[in-house]
C-alpha cells in the first residue's frame, strides 16, 4: 500500500525515532498508526486506542538496528518503549501539578497532559503514590507511547529531552519522593464511587505495577 506525503514524513520521522532510542539501548516496539481519529494495526484491529502492532506484542521489543529499521520501512507505526528493562516510568495523569523538583531525568508528555517520568528500574510504588488512581508505574510487560508518536490530539514530545540530560535515568526513589512533596493531596474515596483515572484505559497499559 502507497503511502501519501504526511504518512510518508511521519513514517521517516517515527523510524529516526526510534532508532535513535534503540541507539541507547532502550528497547522499543512498532505500534499501531494512526488513521483519521483511531489507532490501527492491520484487517480485523478493534482496539481503537494505541496499542502494540503485533500478536506477540512486547515480546518483539527489541533495540537492534537492523530490526528496527525494518519494522519502519513500510508504515508509519508508533513508537513505544518497552518498560521494566532499562528502566521504568512514573505515569502522572497530571502534569502540570508536578514542579521541576521531579524532573530529575527523561520526562515525557501526552498532548492530554499525562507525564511519563523515566527512571531506572526496580522499584516499588511508594505507598503515598500507589494509593492514588492518577499516579502509575509501568514496570515489565507495560510500555509507554514515546515522542514523536502522534494521537489525535497532538503529538507525544518531551518535555525534558533524554539527549538534555545525556541520556542518564535519575534514582527512582528520589523522584517518587518529589511527587510525594509535589502532587496535590489525595483525598481518597469509597470504592463503589471512584471514577478511572482519565487518560490510563487505552492510550497505555492501565495496570498497576506492583513488585
Known sequence: ????????????????????????GWD??????LT?????CGPGCRTVACHPATMDGLRLASHEPDVVSE???G???SVLLATGLTFDVLDVVDCAAVTPVALRGPAAVTPSGRLMILVRPGATLRPELAARPDTVLHGPRSWIPAPSTRTPTGRVRWL????????????????QAGLVATLPAHRATPPAHRATAPGHRGTAPGHRTRR
Open 28 to 33: 522499543v516496539l512498532p505500534g499501531a498508526y
Open 1 to 24: 500500500m502507497r503511502l501519501g506525503m504526511r504518512d510518508e514524513l511521519d513514517r521517516v520521522r517515527l523510524r529516526r525515532a526510534a532508532l535513535a532510542y534503540a541507539g541507547h
Open 75 to 77: 508504515r508509519p507505526y
Open 160 to 175: 525534558v529531552d533524554p539527549v538534555a540530560v545525556g541520556w542518564r535515568l535519575p534514582d527512582p526513589q528520589v523522584v
Open 71 to 73: 519494522w519502519w520501512s
Open 36 to 40: 483519521r481519529d483511531r489507532f490501527f
